[in-house]
């Protein structure tokens, strides 16, 4: 057995990580970190390699999309899943998500389980691991 998946939720809510954290943990064996805002979460992937980070697109600091430039321009991502999620995707959101090359999904809040799992499957089968479920 391999060690859990690393999953990183960037939200500057604290009820949207609680509710997509919990989602996880009913689910899988994995460890979950959480970042507030962009700035955190560019912090945070730079020093770590995450299989799946959920990251909201409107937040304080720095938002989704600095974060995809950041990513971009900063440093290299190593290979992990991407989801991007916001209640409204305005034009730019939209456009940079379907063409950016880390964003492999978009979830629109409200979210339901099975979009936040099927992230975590499709990276789980993305990097060949196997899931432990709790």
Do not use: W
Not at 48 to 59: G, I, K, P
Not at 97 to 116: C, G, L, S, W
């Amino acid at each position: 057995m391999g060690d859990p998946m690393k999953i990183l939720i960037v939200d500057d809510s604290t009820e949207i990580q609680f509710v997509i954290k919990s989602i996880i943990d009913e689910n899988v064996q994995a460890d979950v970190e959480t970042a507030n805002d962009g700035v955190e979460a560019v912090r945070a992937i730079s020093c770590q390699r995450y299989d799946v980070v959920f990251l909201d697109a409107r937040m304080p600091k720095l938002n989704g999309l600095g974060v995809l430039r950041a990513i971009s321009h900063g440093f290299t991502l190593p290979p992990g899943y991407l989801a991007l999620i916001s209640a409204t995707f305005t034009y730019q959101e939209e456009q940079l998500a379907t063409i950016h090359p880390h964003v492999d999904q978009k979830i629109a809040k409200p979210f339901r389980m099975k979009e936040i799992m099927a992230a975590v499957k499709a990276a789980a089968m993305r990097s060949g691991e196997v899931l432990q479920g709790v």
